[in-house]
């Protein structure tokens, strides 16, 4: 599904009914979605109808596993219809919620695409996890449901806007806005607009912002912005200090991974005494920055 608000709404459905919610790379061919389908063992298949061939091909491929194939925002073949399916369902809250869970599937890989599942369960004190940078994250993010607002630049299947730009804001009590597609220009119009406190980028979004130029970007008014967080690729010393020379030390960088592992986080303050650096190690603040 692209970035729409049902996906919020069927991945929090998910989140509240004790099911586990697999988001599936809409660039992704019929064939390796028919894959996912097949390999998570989904029971519901849920699809944009701007998908409509590669979920036409993963219905055919899995009719018989699949309990129910719903279509948003228009008619796919094979598809009931989503809106009409929630027509007749009761509005009150759950009595009984029980946490879901995600297992997200990961791109960069040789093969097939590989599903990275986590039971629910907490880790042991010290342990270093992945969890370590979301909860760093979110202390340094400090939401603030009555005045924040943050926004969604890349694909809501993907793992970092995924967690970062819709579930913990929205965990928070804080909106977010939807980009259909990445463009620097349209991303500037939304933050001035919107008041855009928060987002998250990667270091290509940092180099087409930059390539805009100064008389451009003094055009916006991006002073709304506190938190941007950055990762997923390396980001040039250069570009980096660029951005901070133009927003203000209002970047923090993550280094991690969906399969787990990583955990290093920085804010600008830090980076600015080791341009370069990701942060320190996720043992603990006494290991020396990398």
Request: one cysteine or more; charged letters at 20%; aromatic letters at 8%.
């Amino acid at each position: 599904m692209t970035n729409r608000p049902e996906f919020v709404e069927i991945y929090f459905a998910c989140l509240r009914t004790g099911l586990r919610v697999t988001p599936i790379n809409w660039h992704l061919t019929g064939d390796n979605a028919a894959y996912i389908v097949g390999n998570c063992e989904a029971k519901v298949f849920i699809a944009d109808v701007r998908c409509r061939e590669a979920a036409a091909d993963a219905l055919a491929e899995h009719r018989d596993q699949l309990a129910l194939a719903l279509s948003v925002g228009g008619h796919i073949e094979g598809f009931g219809d989503y809106e009409v399916s929630l027509a007749p369902m009761s509005e009150e809250n759950l009595s009984d919620p029980t946490l879901g869970t995600q297992m997200l599937y990961t791109s960069g890989t040789t093969g097939r695409p590989k599903g990275v599942y986590r039971p629910l369960s907490v880790a042991p004190p010290g342990a270093p996890n992945r969890a370590d940078t979301v909860t760093r994250a979110g202390l340094a993010a400090a939401w603030n449901p009555e005045s924040d607002r943050t926004l969604c630049t890349g694909p809501a299947y993907h793992a970092a806007p995924l967690a970062f730009n819709i579930v913990a804001p929205l965990n928070n009590g804080v909106g977010t806005v939807m980009m259909d597609k990445w463009d620097a220009l349209r991303t500037l119009e939304l933050i001035e607009s919107h008041q855009i406190t928060h987002t998250h980028m990667v270091a290509t979004m940092f180099h087409r912002l930059l390539a805009l130029g100064e008389t451009t970007l003094s055009r916006y008014d991006a002073s709304s912005l506190r938190f941007l967080l950055h990762g997923a690729a390396p980001c040039p010393v250069h570009i980096k200090q660029s951005m901070i020379d133009w927003l203000g030390p209002v970047l923090f960088e993550y280094y991690a991974a969906t399969e787990g592992g990583g955990g290093f986080f920085v804010d600008s303050n830090e980076w600015l005494t080791k341009p370069g650096t990701v942060g320190r190690s996720p043992e603990g603040a006494d290991r020396k920055s990398t």
